[in-house]
């Protein structure tokens, strides 16, 4: 059995790694193991970070004890092997935590694409299979991490891309996640957690008041756009939420009726998204008269919203 | 043009040197930057002469280029007594004065954005895959998508309407700020992403071709036929519509890119029996990269 390094040491033998300071990662790390053998060739990595103790207890050690991030990049590389590989300008924050569902702690990694989105979520634990989580922009693992009132369970909170409008130019709206690991991964518990869905209700009303209210369009509006574009991502989701609580369970139906007339086709992609979620008989019928919209995107978009899985 | 004319009544102080402080500072409207742009040392700059400049000052001109922002001046000049007025005091005077150096108020011609793109992408991708590009125009349908082909667009930034490089949105939980992402190619902001649009071109191209295509999408490529046994590879339109989709972003992993392996027979995890294995455009789900596709290929200018 192999002893347990400290971190402290663990750092040092790091840093005097002749490979980890000069070459890649790609280069250093092992081979990567396949998911049908998981840990089949240990590494630097897998001996520096795997063998540490991941017990709850230690969280605030490794967590304070700084854990080098060339190490962490070099495990996420040897664990999450159906993605690209990540370099340490890829990883956008990390950190070790402890979910209340077992007696170890689990280490959360942002990790970005290239232009820096940090779209990439890696909840990662020794001997476990890794997971991954596609997010959207979510810098910080400190900020996805909430405990779930009056328990000690922490739960992953996160926006996943919903509906983008078009490039980055413009808002692209989100839809809340919220997962618990449970025995073998993570598990949607969306549902079970009402007054997280309330708490980003809340949020989003007061982000919707901000971005129309008229000292904020005086200075951003987009000349070539509806006015309604930059709050409209905000309240695609408000209004989702409205519809996932029981609240309305039309929301957003009227509102997008509306932008459904607008003169800006990313308005009218937007209407399509909310009358995709809605699926009303209304909702049907206001998607098809958009597949004969002028626009090609926005009469794609409704032919596609039609036939799913075409 | 600077310019800075120190006089005095006696005419004792009137050629007392002048100190220049000149800062180009860029940050987007959401807080992105400080960006600073080059420093100007007029210490080591020729004084300008002429018309425009008054006969007994010292006057400087520089054209700004590829860099904007906020343009902070500070001049400041200490007359000390000269040695036939030992009792009189020295007289230190200073002045501030902040303009902006702004987009171009015609825009680039859409002509010439496009052209670059062409020339970019064909360039780069012959560079490093050793043949030309599949589709050589691809470049400006994701320029489209990403920002309708504009560098810069009117709004209000340090109080000034005026043409500024675009910005995205800040999301709507405010992880990440107005600005963020600048431009054509909506790449990561910084002085020359922003205001010099063939540098924004070139961040971009650089990005889809030696990221997105060559690392990512020939990884995963070779990740995928490592698993699945007798499927080909992709065909350079395809390495293409991958990239596009990686470039979007909004997932990282190999089976879920816009080709995804698909088993003519009946398939058991990585097992294809009674068929093979082959790349199916990915519509699964309703994906986002597969639509982010289809639109960049409906866009191309």
């Not at chain 1, 794609?300 to 036939?307: G, M, P, R, V």
Request: hydrophobic residues 40%; contains cysteine.
């Amino acid at each position: 059995m192999r002893k347990r390094r400290t971190l402290p040491s663990m750092a040092a033998f790091w840093l005097m790694s002749t490979c980890a300071n000069l070459a890649p990662f790609s280069v250093c790390a092992a081979e990567p193991a396949g998911k049908d053998r998981p840990f089949a060739k240990k590494s630097d990595a897998q001996d520096l970070l795997g063998e540490q103790d991941w017990s709850a207890a230690s969280a605030l050690t490794l967590n304070s004890n700084k854990v080098p991030r060339n190490l962490v990049v070099s495990y996420i590389n040897e664990n999450v092997t159906d993605e690209p590989p990540i370099t340490d300008a890829d990883l956008c924050s990390f950190g070790f935590f402890d979910f209340g569902i077992s007696n170890k702690v689990i280490l959360l990694a942002s990790v970005a694409s290239g232009r820096h989105f940090c779209n990439t979520v890696a909840a990662l634990q020794p001997g476990k299979r890794p997971w991954t989580f596609d997010v959207w922009l979510e810098d910080d693992v400190q900020k996805i991490v909430k405990r779930a009132q009056g328990s000690r369970r922490a739960l992953l909170v996160f926006e996943e891309l919903w509906h983008p409008t078009s490039g980055m130019a413009w808002c692209n709206a989100t839809w809340q996640r919220v997962f618990a690991p449970g025995i073998d991964g993570f598990i949607d518990v969306g549902q079970k957690y009402p007054e997280l869905y309330r708490e980003r209700l809340e949020d989003l009303i007061a982000t919707i008041a901000h971005l129309d209210a008229p000292d904020h369009r005086k200075t951003r509006p987009s000349d070539s756009n509806d006015p309604r574009l930059e709050s409209s991502c905000a309240v695609m989701e408000a209004d989702r939420i409205k519809r996932y609580l029981g609240i309305d369970r039309k929301a957003g139906l009227n509102t997008a009726e509306t932008w459904a007339l607008s003169p800006d086709p990313l308005l009218r992609g937007n209407a399509i998204a909310v009358f995709q979620n809605i699926n009303s008989l209304e909702a049907r019928r206001a998607i098809a008269k958009l597949v004969q919209d002028p626009d090609r995107d926005v009469a794609a978009q409704a032919l596609q919203a039609e036939h799913p899985s075409r | 043009m600077w310019e800075a004319v120190v006089q005095s009544p006696d005419g004792l102080y009137d050629n007392t040197p002048v100190t220049w402080t000149v800062t180009l500072s860029y940050t987007s409207s959401g807080g992105k930057g400080p960006f600073i742009g080059p420093s100007l040392d007029f210490s080591t700059m020729s004084a300008m002469s002429g018309q425009s400049c008054a006969s007994n000052s010292l006057c400087y001109s520089n054209v700004f280029s590829s860099v904007g922002g906020q343009l902070m001046t500070a001049a400041s000049a200490t007359a000390s007594n000269p040695p036939s007025q030992p009792t009189q005091l020295s007289c230190p005077v200073s002045f501030n004065y902040t303009t902006y150096v702004t987009g171009p108020q015609k825009a680039v011609p859409q002509s010439e954005i496009v052209a670059m793109l062409i020339s970019l992408y064909t360039s780069l991708y012959t560079t490093a895959v050793g043949m030309p590009p599949p589709t050589p125009n691809l470049l400006t349908g994701i320029a489209w998508h990403e920002s309708r082909l504009e560098q810069f667009k009117s709004i209000t930034l340090y109080g000034t309407k005026a043409p500024w490089p675009i910005e995205n949105p800040p999301d709507v939980k405010h992880n990440t700020v107005s600005g963020a992402f600048i431009g054509i190619m909506q790449v990561p902001n910084g002085m020359s992403n922003a205001f010099d649009w063939k540098m924004n071109e070139q961040s971009g191209a650089d990005l889809f071709v030696n990221m997105k295509l060559q690392q990512f999408t020939i990884g995963m490529e070779s990740r995928l036929r490592t698993l699945y046994s007798g499927l080909p590879a992709l065909t350079p339109t395809q390495r293409e519509d991958v990239a596009i989709g990686y470039y979007y972003g909004v997932t990282s992993k190999d089976t879920e890119q816009t080709w995804t392996p698909f088993c003519t027979g009946i398939a058991s995890k990585t097992t294809c029996s009674g068929g093979v294995w082959q790349w199916i455009f990915n519509t699964a789900n309703d994906r986002l990269e597969t639509n982010f596709v289809t639109s960049v290929r409906a866009h191309l200018q």
